[in-house]
């Protein structure tokens, strides 16, 4: 089985949404090295499948995904994948209230928009780090060292549903 590098940017940055970047072979590899894990195929094509997509998905949806390209993975595997790649910082845990967390590749600094209607989710652009202690009030000496950000509203599809009543 070849796998396949991820390069380092994909589509992004139109719309509002942040561009995104994604480990290269490198990165990926110098990430896991780092964490004291071993650079397995399992990780590599969980990890290729979440570079490939910006539609968040949970890990049954990744599990899924990858069955067609490793058909022996196991869904347990897929879960462990996904919490190894996590702790490493190579994709993000996703959490969206009280569903189940979804994961996302994207390294650029960004939020979520959540849409409560169809439930997508989708990257947001988010001001720069240095611009966090102007749009919080923060107490003095208090330094942002990471935030996640999370939106809820209804996303522009179906906002344009016919029938659909407008949000005051």
Same mark, same amino acid.
């Given at each position: *089985?070849?796998? %396949?590098?991820? %390069?380092? %940017? =994909?589509?992004?940055?139109?719309?509002?949404?942040?561009?995104?970047?994604?480990?290269?072979?490198?990165?990926?590899?110098?990430?896991?090295?780092?964490?004291?894990?071993?650079?397995?195929?399992? !990780?590599?094509?969980?990890?290729?499948?979440?570079? #490939?997509?910006?539609?968040?998905?949970?890990?049954?949806?990744?599990?899924? !995904?990858?069955?067609?390209? *490793?058909?022996?993975?196991?869904?347990?595997?897929?879960?462990?994948?996904?919490?190894?790649?996590? #702790? =490493?910082?190579?994709?993000?845990?996703?959490?969206?209230?009280?569903?189940?967390?979804?994961?996302?590749?994207?390294?650029? +600094?960004?939020?979520?928009?959540?849409?409560?209607?169809?439930?997508?989710?989708? +990257?947001?652009? *988010?001001?720069?780090?240095?611009?966090?202690?102007?749009?919080?009030?923060?107490?003095?000496?208090?330094?942002?060292?990471?935030?996640?950000?999370?939106?809820?509203?209804?996303?522009?599809? =179906?906002?344009? #549903?016919?029938?659909? #009543?407008?949000?005051?």
């Amino acid at each position: *089985m070849r796998i %396949s590098p991820v %390069s380092r %940017s =994909c589509a992004g940055g139109t719309r509002g949404r942040p561009a995104h970047h994604h480990a290269d072979e490198v990165e990926y590899g110098a990430s896991l090295a780092q964490s004291g894990f071993r650079f397995t195929q399992q !990780r590599r094509v969980v990890y290729d499948a979440l570079a #490939k997509t910006e539609d968040h998905p949970t890990a049954v949806q990744v599990f899924l !995904r990858v069955k067609d390209v *490793m058909p022996s993975i196991s869904l347990a595997t897929v879960y462990n994948c996904l919490e190894t790649l996590s #702790k =490493c910082g190579l994709i993000r845990q996703v959490n969206v209230e009280r569903e189940a967390s979804r994961f996302c590749a994207n390294q650029v +600094d960004h939020g979520h928009f959540c849409c409560t209607e169809c439930g997508q989710v989708e +990257d947001v652009t *988010m001001p720069a780090r240095t611009g966090m202690t102007k749009l919080w009030q923060l107490p003095a000496n208090y330094e942002v060292t990471h935030s996640e950000v999370s939106l809820r509203g209804v996303c522009s599809s =179906c906002a344009k #549903k016919p029938g659909r #009543k407008a949000a005051r």
